[in-house]
């Protein structure tokens, strides 16, 4: 593992670390090989929940495409953590996966897996090394803020209101999605009452709402559109443009290949109220080549039957023409080609927060030092997805949390090097 940067400090120094999701723990893993005294609080029964949850259809932890594409995921947030991604590279995460006795291997998207695609085994080994460096774990302890103008750490236990006093704290809170697994967002009001500026939070990886008709809701709720190409352009009128698989809701669409658009989406809507998004129905097919097997006469071949016979369309994608077009669509054959490769959908809105993957917005990083230590509260440091920042599913996110997590450690570690308390 690249912890070079880690030497030890001169006295026992204790550090607060609130929220055990990987920041939290790669955090307490930092600080604990240096002899610091650990003690880290969550709110929920045991810690590490989303990133079980995450786990579920795979754990994807990083990805291995060239590093300069890699940060490129990050969008306009690239300049504040290309440094941090570069100091813990996803080589780096594959070395530490392998420290705690977890092989990994590249899978054909890139996308980098434990060997045995699962978080559990993991987070155990993990768990287990910090309990073995001295890490103290404390949980059902739900964080309030601080004490008056005090840096006492407030917290609400099952056993009431206790006080916590440390020589610096590391807040790694999670933004606002899957609030049921304890990331809800309840720490902006309190860190913007100390003056830190906070980046309202956005749904991230997130699906859309359409307005589907009745029919259409109860019959293909839950079918997966597959095979299907995306694109519009943004509005800075930059095409997207890319090929992959949608699911329908009841309310609309998901999916990952709207997610890696989910952004950009997100702001389209923001900016004029809705977004229209354009699918390819048959990528394999060229226009031309449609255009003609289905300008031949039909005999007494039923629609559907045409439709499937020599376009491949059939079912929720034949549903979905039956749903975006007007019947006389259907008896033009130049038309009906066209939106079989160019479908328009109207997106009307993101879903809520609480169902998208992860959070846009956050504590911004103009709020923070080149440690992500708070320009306002010194010792008070922030890192994973509570900050300012989002990308798109396929490792990149778990990815950043562990270095922003690794960072913010450091930062502490230096912090209690320049000022120590006790």
């Known amino acids: 593992m690249n912890f070079d940067k880690i030497t030890h400090t001169r006295r026992k120094s204790s550090v607060a670390i609130i929220g055990g999701g990987p920041a939290g723990l790669m955090a307490a893993e930092v600080l604990s090989l240096a002899d610091v005294k650990v003690n880290l609080y969550d709110a929920m029964p045991s810690v590490g929940r989303k990133f079980l949850m995450a786990g579920k259809g795979g754990m994807n932890i990083t990805h291995a495409e060239d590093f300069d594409v ?66 103290g774990f404390h949980v059902r302890h739900q964080w309030t803020g601080w004490r008056d103008d005090t840096n006492l750490l407030c917290f609400a236990t099952p056993q009431g209101l206790i006080e916590v006093e440390a020589d610096a704290v590391i807040l790694a809170l999670g933004g606002g999605s899957w609030p049921k697994l304890g990331s809800t967002g309840a720490w902006l009001p309190l860190l913007q009452a100390q003056g830190i500026t906070v980046a309202p939070l956005k749904p991230a990886n997130c699906g859309f709402d359409c307005q589907w008709s009745e029919y259409f809701q109860e019959r293909f709720a839950g079918h997966a559109i597959k095979s299907v190409g995306l694109d519009f352009t943004d509005l800075k009128s930059v095409a997207f443009a890319k090929r992959g698989e949608i699911m329908v809701t009841q309310q609309g669409l998901e999916g990952g290949l709207l997610y890696t658009a989910s952004a950009a989406l997100r702001d389209i809507i923001a900016d004029q109220g809705y977004a229209t998004i354009r699918l390819d129905l048959a990528p394999d097919r060229s226009l031309a080549w ?133």
């Open 70 to 135: 890699f940060l490129s995921r990050y969008g306009n947030r690239r300049p504040a953590i290309e440094p941090i991604l570069t100091d813990f590279t996803p080589s780096n995460v594959r070395q530490w996966l392998q420290a705690l006795g977890i092989s990994s291997f590249v899978g054909s998207s890139g996308r980098v897996f434990p060997d045995d695609m699962k978080a559990a085994p993991l987070l155990r080994r993990w768990l287990q090394r910090l309990r073995g460096a001295g890490v």
């Open 290 to 422: 449609l255009t003609n097997a289905l300008s031949l006469p039909r005999g007494k071949l039923s629609l559907a039957n045409m439709l499937r016979k020599r376009a491949g369309i059939e079912g929720v994608k034949a549903a979905l023409l039956r749903e975006a077009l007007n019947p006389d669509d259907f008896a033009a054959p130049n038309k009906l080609a066209a939106n079989i490769k160019a479908l328009p959908i109207k997106l009307l809105a993101a879903r809520p927060l609480a169902e998208a993957i992860s959070t846009a917005g956050g504590v911004t990083f103009e709020a923070l030092d080149g440690q992500l230590m708070s320009t306002v509260k010194p010792g008070l440091f922030c890192a994973g997805e509570m900050l300012d920042w989002e990308a798109p599913t396929g490792g990149y996110l778990l990815s950043f949390c562990l270095a922003s997590g690794r960072a913010a450690g450091l930062g502490a570690l230096a912090w209690l090097q320049q000022c120590p308390h006790g």
